[in-house]
């Protein structure tokens, strides 16, 4: 019987997590896409906390983005991150795209927070 797409996911997902870990000099990158919006996550493995997150429903998001399509909202939502990011001392992550392709939505979020100097 074949897989379902969420199955496929979790288990593209498990394979890609056997690999890399975020540490709190370089966390790992979470992005998890739903039809509507875009979340994304630092995350620090070895003490198993969320440094901080940002998705489309932050409001200062939700103000910019009601005529912007999703990839564009990606992008933003990537910048912003990145910003944030800077301002506490993490200039470097580990991209983890969970199981989605590098493609899209992904893809601009990634290189969204890219301009902004985040390096992955």
Request: proline letters at 1%.
């Amino acid at each position: 019987m074949a897989f379902t797409k969420k199955d496929r996911r979790f288990k593209i997902k498990k394979r890609i997590r056997k690999k890399i870990s975020g540490t709190a000099e370089k966390p790992r990158m979470s992005v998890f896409r739903s039809n509507k919006h875009i979340y994304v996550q630092l995350i620090d493995d070895e003490q198993g906390q969320t440094l901080f997150s940002y998705s489309t429903r932050k409001k200062e998001v939700t103000d910019q983005t009601e005529e912007l399509d999703k990839s564009a909202q990606a992008e933003l939502v990537g910048k912003y991150l990145a910003q944030k990011s800077m301002e506490k001392g993490i200039n470097t992550v580990v991209f983890d795209r969970n199981g989605y392709r590098y493609h899209g939505r992904v893809r601009k979020l990634a290189e969204g927070a890219r301009k902004e100097g985040l390096k992955f």
